[in-house]
């Protein structure tokens, strides 16, 4: 008789400490049984695989995620803080290109997700390239230099702003879509998590979901948090409401959520491709 893994950990669940022999028999004494009778259950997903735990997660090792805004000149106008945020798109190539010549292969969510949740292999040095808000320069620019050197990206929409001046259109992110990079969300408006009202999981999360599907044809399933911030009673939610994983910024993960607290670091605009190397070898562990 053919015994699942699944079969067992319902029998061991279900069992009397009668039966509790019976398994140990069939299952030859494994670490699934306990010598006081305990079970230790496993977290199965919907298909019967099993995930990691929390602290299994925080135990491998990080990925790097790199997290861009504007791609552009600065100007005058420009405050000193913003270029954090706007990286010139001379410094962009060159930083790609340094990622590539160093050996680096960029990954997708979905393989960040199988190797955190089930230990999936991962090509040499990967890493993940982001892009947050919808920015036009992220299509015009950011694409092309992902292309010129063979990676494909993520791209965190905020819905509000498709199809306004200087951001992307529905046509250019069904493109990039197309093109192999992954669309995910990033709310409506750049509502802050940690103040979502019980409005704001349609407004926010569910509708922005369902109009980037509705442009791609592609399940969202994948969400970065304006400003990074997050509040930990919210992130049990994001699962129900079709998020398998969720990013943040530099800050500290969760310990209890890992997979919704996924780290990424900002490249500044203001960091030669020297700086960003250090940086993503100091900040991912
Ligand atoms: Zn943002």
Sequence with gaps: MKITFFTLITA???CTAACTNAIQSKLGNTELATSNNETVEPNLDGAGKKEATAAEILNKKEVPVLC???IRDWKVSDSKRAHDDIMPPAKFAEHMKMLADSGYHTILPDQLHDYLNYGTALPEKPIMIT????????YTVGAKELKKNGFRGVFFIMTVSIGRPRY????QIKELSDD???IASHTWNHKNFAQFTDEDWEVQIDKPSRTLEAITGKKVEYFAYPYGVFKASG????KEHGIKAAFILSTKRDESYPMYTIRRIIDPGTYTARNLYNSINKSFK
């Design 12 to 14: 061991a669940v279900l």
């Design 68 to 70: 861009y805004h504007q």
């Design 168 to 171: 992307m259109n529905k046509a």
């Design 180 to 182: 192999g990079h992954v």
């Design 131 to 138: 892009f947050d808000d919808t920015d036009l320069d992220q």
């Design 235 to 238: 992130l049990a939610k994001l």
